[in-house]
């Protein structure tokens, strides 16, 4: 099983559909269990980060039902969090440093390590390798990434001491790990993208660093995501197309890191903030911050065609939206929702399904409030 990894809010660690949607009806802000579908459906547990309030919310979809099943209030002003890939660890970055979760089978949290950080460094972004034994990450403002040795049976570091490869760019936004290990992609604003390629087993598993230059000038790169079968890189760029939403997605094959036919390709947007390449590879959405005209955040979409190892991405016809100001996405456990947060509410989390005659389409089923707004529901991560 994989993790759905989130990127967050500094972006990033935490996105949507259904035609004829006679059995499905928008919550009301305060419901914590809401009816999503009258048909019966499976999902796991996500966690939703609320940095304005300083909280971990715990929720679990079943039987149609989208049902919280804890709030939590973090040790420390919370920055950004993710789940490692067992599925049984979540961390936590604040303002104190990084905090170990142990993940309960209903889903609850329990605060490890003494109530300890197992590091002092603020990660602004953050990912557990898919082998458990580190966890990569880095500061905002640093021009390093960090590797922190872990157990992938207690989920505490092994170690006091971190490895650690310098970027050409302390513009440091979001980062993830290819699902087979062979890289670490770092978006760094003006600075693209850094490509480090990463070997777990190495005492230091960082390699020489790589750059990806931004597509257009005056562009940053804000966003990375690695299809699930490390077939795709994909970069969300400022400034990468013409027009009025400037937001572009780009397109590289991992193996050779040669940018696709197309790319970059037009995201409906002005801030591409987050990018969820779904589990059967069929699709990839982006999540736009907002756009030129409305800080309402934008899904768009794109299937994914492949020839003789060459790949096709084509625009679906119909964008989908989501709150204001929308900062990530993330797909359930049985690849039968997508969730989004939303930094700036109205409403903070949003539900999808997958339209059942519009292929890749995106209906919305809820819409709900995390807490008491304000909340900046900032990041969302699926246990898988």
């Known amino acids: 099983m994989k993790i759905v990894k989130w990127a967050g809010w500094l972006l990033l660690g935490a996105v949507p559909f259904l035609s004829g949607c006679d059995g499905f009806w928008n919550a009301p802000a305060s419901s914590s269990s809401t009816t999503l579908t009258t048909t019966t459906l499976s999902s796991g547990v996500f966690y939703v980060l609320n940095i304005e309030t300083s909280q971990i919310v715990a929720y679990y979809v079943d039987a149609g039902k989208l049902t919280q099943i804890a709030t939590y209030s973090t040790p420390a002003t919370p920055i950004t969090l993710t789940v490692a890939p067992s599925n049984i660890f979540l961390y936590l970055s604040t303002v104190n440093g990084i905090y170990l979760y142990t993940i ?3 889903g609850t949290l ?8 197992i590091s002092a460094d603020q990660a602004y972004t953050m990912q557990v390798d898919e082998s458990g034994v580190w966890l990569v990450e880095a500061v905002s403002g640093s021009a390093d990434v960090f590797a922190i040795p872990i157990s992938s049976s207690t989920g505490k570091n092994t170690s006091s001491t971190e490895q650690f490869v310098n970027l050409p760019s302390s513009a440091i936004q979001q980062l993830t790990i290819a699902p087979n290990e062979s890289y670490v992609f770092v978006a760094m604003g003006s600075g693209g993208t850094a490509a480090i ?10 390699g020489t660093v790589g750059n990806i230059p931004v597509e257009g000038s005056g562009g940053a790169a804000l966003s990375v995501a690695v299809d699930p079968s490390d077939r795709l890189l994909y970069i969300g760029e400022t400034a990468a197309v013409s027009g009025s939403n400037t937001g572009g997605l780009r397109v590289f ?17 002005l801030a591409p903030y987050s990018i969820l390449p779904i589990s059967t590879g069929s699709y990839v959405y982006v999540a736009n911050r907002q756009t030129d005209s409305s800080s309402t955040g934008l899904i768009k979409g794109f299937s994914i065609a492949t020839s003789s190892s060459t790949y096709t991405l084509t625009s679906l016809g119909s964008t989908f939206s989501s709150g204001t100001h929308t900062q990530a996405i993330v797909e359930d456990a049985n690849d039968q929702f997508v969730f989004a947060a939303s930094v700036g509410g109205s409403y903070d989390l949003t539900g999808y399904v997958f339209d059942s005659t519009n292929a890749g389409y995106l209906d919305t089923v809820v819409e709900s409030t995390t807490g008491t707004d304000p909340v900046q529901a900032s990041a969302i ?3 898988h």
């Open 104 to 106: 309960s089978s209903s």
């Open 381 to 383: 991560a699926a246990v």
């Open 253 to 269: 094959k991992l193996s050779t890191l040669a940018e696709i036919s197309g790319s970059p390709f037009a995201s409906g947007g």
């Open 197 to 206: 390629p990463f070997t777990a087993a190495n005492t230091n598993p960082f």
């Open 110 to 117: 329990t605060l490890g390590n003494s109530s300890s950080v």
